[in-house]
């Protein structure tokens, strides 16, 4: 990230709570944008920390925000809760997964759907998140000895999900390279292929997306279906069109779609590149006083 970007983010934290979510996982989301006072949910939304210092006028107490959706899965959750004598935190309903915990969100799936409980931390909850990041590291080398032949082919870790590149490869071998990757997944069927902009993303099988993770910290933070408050929601993938979505359906705020050409999209407004988001970023800090965001677009 540019310093002159940072110092965007940076302004446009002071003034308002500010997330990065990304498909790349938290970790390296964070070495590349290097500011304290953000929320960051990585893997696709599915780890979500608060800010580490507070930015000045940020109402929200953000703390106590850690959460990973990523852990999950019926027969996962049964395996450890037969190795531990913990007590399950939510419902006793066998189609209740318990997914992960840190700080004060619990976090249940009934049939793969989240629900988001307030509560504390579980151990073994912790312990299935663990044996979830094992399972994608055995994805994670199966698929890059897989790609190794394919000139080009680069498969990234991301924590709770890999993305398998193939913006370098010969066109001709693409469909070759999408059939190694179905074939691998058929072994993991609690794993899921979508598509990214010249990249295959596999992610958990669970209702967990970047959308799901823009709810979540609306609602977690108290905005939810506040008349004065409007979330902006910038990106420029097709994971992202979740999260516009979700801004839609709430009929709350907008979302901004990042492309240089006409796309389809639920994203209310667009601008064409990172510099106009720069440029946008520092005009809401400017008018920051202002009741209606969209009279800076
Ligand atoms: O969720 P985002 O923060 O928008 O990240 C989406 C993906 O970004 C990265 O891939 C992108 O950059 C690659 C070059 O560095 C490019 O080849 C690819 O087409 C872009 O999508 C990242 O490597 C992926 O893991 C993310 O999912």
């Known amino acids: 990230m540019s310093e002159e970007m940072r110092d965007a983010v940076r302004g446009v934290a002071k003034h308002f709570p500010t997330a990065i979510v990304s498909g790349r996982c938290r970790d390296k989301v964070f070495n590349f944008v290097k500011l304290n006072e953000l929320y960051y949910a990585g893997s696709h939304g599915m780890d979500i920390k ?3 210092v507070q930015s000045n006028n940020v109402e929200a107490s953000a703390e106590a925000v850690h959460f990973q959706a990523g852990s999950e899965f019926l027969p996962v959750i049964e395996e450890v809760t037969k190795q531990t004598s913990t007590t399950r935190l939510s419902s006793s309903s066998a189609n209740t997964l318990l997914l992960v915990i840190e700080n004060f969100v619990v976090v249940s799936a009934m049939h793969g759907t989240p629900v988001l409980f307030h509560g504390t931390r579980s151990q073994h909850a912790a312990k299935t998140n663990l044996m979830y990041e094992s399972r994608v590291v055995q994805v994670y080398r199966t698929l890059t000895s897989k ?13 709770f999900c890999l993305s398998v590149h193939f913006r370098c490869v010969q066109e001709e071998e693409w469909e070759s390279l999408n059939q190694e990757v179905r074939s691998v997944l058929k072994e993991y069927p609690d794993l899921k292929l979508t598509h990214g902009r010249k990249v295959l993303e596999i992610r958990p099988s669970i209702k967990w997306d970047k959308g799901k993770a823009l709810e979540f910290l609306i609602k977690s933070l108290g905005y939810a279906g506040r008349s004065d408050v409007f979330p902006i929601y910038i990106g420029d993938d097709r994971t992202d069109e979740d999260a516009f979505k979700v801004l839609r359906n709430m009929g709350q705020g907008i979302g901004i779609l990042v492309s240089k050409y006409p796309k389809e999209t639920a994203a209310s407004y667009s601008l064409r590149e990172p510099a106009e988001v720069k440029e946008f970023l520092r005009k809401l800090v400017k008018h920051s006083q202002c009741d209606v965001a969209t009279e800076i677009i």
Not at 147 to 159: D, F, L, R
């Open 147 to 159: 790609m190794e032949p394919i000139p080009g082919a680069k498969v990234e870790h991301n924590k």
């Open 50 to 52: 608060g800010p580490t």
